[in-house]
């Protein structure tokens, strides 16, 4: 840390409940920091929260009937983008990182709602009463829904550029679990010292992830990537993102001969993880696949929150990587 928390002792994180009153929303507060500081850490934190924390969304539709997002549908009271505009609002939580298609049938006169959606058990719904489509009698409807999990902000012109299907109506993606996040820097004072800063920060997310695994999550991120930057044996692009089945292997050195065993680092977060799993490795100090692959399977069930269903996430994922886990008992 700074040499200036050597005089004014560490910094105290506290939490406090947001006005929700649950674990989506509460106000994170650290202090003292060194000038500056509060700044550098909130803008890096905020930036992380916003566009890198794993979500779900929906990302097209395809409604019996319809061939184009501009029509309407006798006894429906709702156009078809009125109807993608509340399929866009829809709050999900989604397990596996595979795309999956659900649907919502009705018939007039009803309102249909979230809870009406025919999901798996891979997705859970997370605001049963949102209302999405109106029906009036004698009307009815039929809407096959994909759903995807990923990362950021997804347009429907890309997608509808890389597929562009009759009837298939793409809607543009807010993948992020996060709805706010603001942050402020106060002043604040420790003895004669009166230059320092306190960052308070309000988080809140839909449910999906709670506050604290969100701020975990983009902390836990971006110090992957300051360990990265600050470790002494620097690779390439292609080792840090592209090839994973070198993961912690010894590398063949010129002449033939065998060089060195190179520690190199991938952040796990490329390998998708639903964000339970995800989390519950790195809450358990597992932040690269490197690490992953030095565990074994009754190292990784003993991890706080981490079960059967993670384990079996973590097998197959590694497994069409090329990739598996240690027989050996290595820590982490």
Known sequence: ??????????????????????????????????PGYGMTLGNALRRALLSSLPGAAVTSMRMKGVQH????????????????????????RKFSKDPEVISLKGKGPATLTAKDLTVSSDIEILDPETEIVTLEKGGDIDISITVEKGV??????????????????HIDAIFSPVEKVRFTVQAARVGQRTDLE????????????????ALQFAAQLLKSYFEYFGSPDKVVESDFIADFS?????????????????????????????????????????????????????????????????????????????????????EP
């Open 198 to 213: 306190k960052l308070v920060m309000e988080l809140k997310t839909n449910g999906s992830l709670t506050a604290d695994e």
């Open 246 to 330: 070198r993961g912690g292997a010894a590398q063949l050195a010129d002449e033939g001969d065998m060089a060195p065993v190179k520690e190199s680092y991938t952040p796990i977060e490329i390998l998708n993880f639903s964000p339970r799993t995800l989390n519950a490795l790195i809450n358990a100090g597992v932040g690269s696949i490197e690490q992953l692959t030095k565990c074994t399977e009754a190292a990784l069930s003993n991890f706080r929150g981490f079960g059967a269903k993670a384990l079996d996430e973590v097998k197959q994922t590694l497994a069409e990587r090329g990739l598996k886990l240690s027989e050996e008992e290595i």
């Open 152 to 169: 950021g902000y997804s347009p429907a012109a890309e997608r509808n550029k890389k597929s562009n299907e009759p009837g298939l109506m």
């Open 69 to 92: 997002e501009y029509s309407t549908s006798k006894g429906v009271r709702e156009s078809v983008v009125d109807i993608a505009l509340n399929m866009k609002g829809l709050k999900l």
């Open 1 to 34: 840390m700074h040499i200036i928390q050597e005089e004014i002792g560490l910094p105290v994180f506290s939490t406090q409940a947001g006005s929700k009153g649950d674990d989506s929303h509460k106000i994170f507060t650290i202090g003292p920091l060194p």
